[in-house]
């Protein structure tokens, strides 16, 4: 055979060989793509390989679907949006999002997103809360309220009989209380009707990037953006934020009865919480049911099962549990963030609301309705009652102060002025501004 036909022939085959090669190899990445995007929702056998490998892979989907960077712009963009087009559309929000009140209002990058649960007999209370809110804010506000179907009438309502200048500042949706078809009832009775509904918040609202929520019985005595603005501080690995459950060890609930793993010396409080969502759902945590890091939709029902008999306060158990093992997730706020009766009862022992008052009140095991702590309650009553559009000082503040008065004989009725120092700051910015 002459050496030029040879030549040719191997050169024809090398060619052959090399296509096969490459139309191999984007046969094995087109693989790879498609199971990095195949969403997350469904079950998992945490301890077959299969799946294990599968967690490696999606762990690099970040570098590899550049198309998706929601690492990238979302962390501080509450408006950010991924492309339909790109990252496929939420069918489950787009169907609920037809059911509720959003007045459509143009996304604001200044706008804090609030989120609270309501069950029950807790729709006076979260109006309340809701109305703190709306008070001495300065930057809009977006509600996100999950409710029990038969309040939802209520709460429109209500909120669409506020003064127009005060709707101005404020744009609500309603949603149906959610939770997976799996242990549904179980989930929905956990320590408090609903109350679990907050751990699935950042699956519900995908397109929501961040989000305070706070349980129904927290007031607002300064503007909801400044707590807003502590999602800033957080470092690379932090997505959430939440106060210790106590500042004082030996009053300490966690760390004298706790059953399980809990955060940090006395564990953490989530009636106020703060979250980074794209970076709790991009995540994988390091747990005690497996080996391998799990992501928040894969890591809920497990936590479930391995401690539902040796959880007492129930999502705020497993909250703990998850950051336990978790604590470079987590941001830690200070106790004038989230200032509850063990702060006083026992004697004063949030130290830096003394220095600079408290900034959200959580009046949780029902003081709001009870004589036990009457400084809580007469805080409640006093934003309860006070009439949109009244001067604040005369109407608000002045007839509080009188009623801290006659709690003087509680514990927490003795350092009632700490009720009152951020409380009047706030109203004197408002009146500032009003005057500018």
């Known amino acids: 055979m002459p050496c030029y036909l040879r030549a040719f022939l191997q050169c024809t085959a ?3 060989v090399s296509l096969l090669c490459v139309f191999t190899s984007e046969d094995i990445q087109g693989s790879r793509l498609s199971e990095l995007t195949v969403p997350d929702g469904g079950s998992r056998d945490v301890g077959d390989d299969v799946k294990k490998s599968r967690g490696l892979a999606v762990r690099e989907a970040s570098s590899v679907l550049d198309r998706c960077k929601s690492q990238s712009g979302s962390y501080w963009d509450p408006c950010w949006r991924p492309p339909d087009d790109v990252c496929g559309l939420n069918f489950l929000e787009s169907s609920l999002r037809d059911r509720t009140d959003s007045k459509g209002k143009k996304c604001d ?7 609270v649960v309501a ?4 729709l006076e209370e979260t109006l309340t809360m809701l109305k703190s809110a709306v008070l001495f804010s300065k930057k809009p506000v977006e509600f996100y309220i999950f409710a029990e179907d038969q309040l939802h009438d209520s709460f429109r309502d209500e909120l669409h009989s506020w003064p127009q200048d005060f709707q101005t500042r404020f744009n609500f949706t309603i949603y149906p209380i959610m939770f997976p078809t799996e242990n549904e009832k179980e989930w929905k009775k956990l320590f408090k009707p609903c109350a679990s509904q907050r751990l699935f918040l950042p699956l519900i609202l995908t397109e929501v990037d961040s989000l305070l929520y706070v349980d129904t ?7 909801v953006e400044d707590i807003w603005a502590l999602l800033a501080e957080f470092n690379a690995s932090q997505l959430a934020a939440m106060a210790p459950e106590h500042e004082e060890p030996r009053i300490g609930w966690y760390n004298r009865f706790a059953r399980h793993p809990y955060y940090g010396r006395t564990g953490v409080n989530s009636g106020v919480m703060l979250m980074n969502m ?7 945590f390091k747990n005690d049911i497996t080996d391998v890091a799990l992501k928040w939709s894969e890591m809920l029902m497990p936590l479930l099962q391995k401690y539902k008999l040796n959880i007492t306060w129930g999502d705020q158990d497993l909250l ?4 336990h093992h978790n604590p470079e997730s987590l941001y830690v706020f200070p106790c004038q963030w989230n200032y509850r009766p063990d702060h006083c009862v ?16 959580h009046g949780n095991r029902g003081v709001y309705h009870n004589e036990k702590q009457p400084s809580f309650k007469a805080v409640y009553q006093a934003i309860q009652q006070f009439s949109f559009g009244d001067n604040m000082e005369s109407s608000l503040l002045q007839p509080l102060e009188a009623s801290l008065q006659t709690s003087s004989h509680s514990y927490c009725g003795r350092v009632s002025q700490l009720f009152t120092k951020r ?4 109203i004197s910015s408002l009146k500032f501004r009003a005057q500018t």
Not at 109 to 115: C, I, T, V, Y
């Open 217 to 223: 019985d927290v007031l607002f005595l300064q503007p």
């Open 423 to 426: 409380l009047k700051q706030s």
């Open 14 to 16: 090398f060619a052959f």
């Open 320 to 323: 703990n549990i998850i950051f």
């Open 346 to 361: 026992y004697g004063s022992n949030c130290q830096r609301a003394e220095e600079v008052g408290v900034f959200i009140l």
């Open 278 to 284: 794209t970076r709790l759902r991009e995540t994988f």
């Open 119 to 122: 069950c029950g007999p807790r």
């Open 109 to 115: 990058d200044e706008s804090s997103h609030l989120a």
